[in-house]
């Protein structure tokens, strides 16, 4: 199971099939006004339409409003959510934290995607539409195999599994948003994960 196939059922449903051609004329259209260094702020709907070369219906009909807009232009510039093996609560959570890493990587590598974060938490609309959207399902997600870790006996049953998420996922955003200059290596997931479980399994689970 995808982290994209956990969250489908969060999308909201469109009236009429998309024109992908359309679609990606209008998110083309906002990466270049973000290039050119127009703010999140002064990017409208109408300017959108002239850049992207459609009407302002066009846009009205795929997304509610700029602020929903801006999440899916976030979307493209991500990477792919990777597949949870469901092998085990260890494996899920270094996939998991894996997905993290990279987007660390892409937003550095991105002097653009850095700004548009920036903007975004200063701007409650968009950024409410980025958690709605984005954030809160993945964490739903993550607090999911937790849950599944305590069911399966690999996870300590006394432990609150949304503080617990927390402190997976904490080390990570550290690296990733908090220290641009902090090394991102592959064995990093895996090294977080391994620290953690080490407190947080059961007396009698063995270690893998």
Do not use: C
Not at 40 to 63: M, N
Not at 87 to 112: F, K
């Amino acid at each position: 199971m995808s982290l994209a196939d956990s969250t489908a059922a969060e999308q909201p449903v469109r009236g009429r099939p998309r024109s992908e051609a359309v679609e990606r004329a209008i998110i083309e259209g906002v990466m270049k006004l973000l290039e050119e260094g127009v703010s999140l702020a002064e990017i409208s709907i109408e300017r959108i339409a002239r850049t992207a070369g459609v009407g302002k219906a066009a846009i009205y009909r795929r997304w509610s409003g700029k602020e929903e807009l801006f999440v899916d232009v976030l979307r493209t510039t991500e990477p792919e959510d990777l597949e949870l093996p469901g092998t085990s609560m260890r494996d899920d959570l270094i996939v998991l934290l894996e997905s993290l890493r990279r987007r660390g990587l892409v937003n550095r590598s991105s002097a653009i995607l850095h700004n548009v974060q920036a903007q975004m938490k200063s701007s409650p609309k968009i950024w409410a539409a980025y958690n709605n959207t984005v954030i809160a399902p993945r964490r739903r997600v993550g607090i999911e195999v937790l849950r599944r870790g305590q069911r399966n006996g690999e996870l300590r049953l006394d432990v609150d599994v949304d503080l617990v998420n927390d402190l997976f996922v904490g080390p990570m955003l550290v690296r990733a948003v908090l220290r641009p200059d902090a090394d991102l290596p592959e064995d990093l997931p895996e090294r977080i994960v391994d620290t953690l479980l080490a407190g947080l399994r059961p007396v009698s689970s063995p270690v893998p």
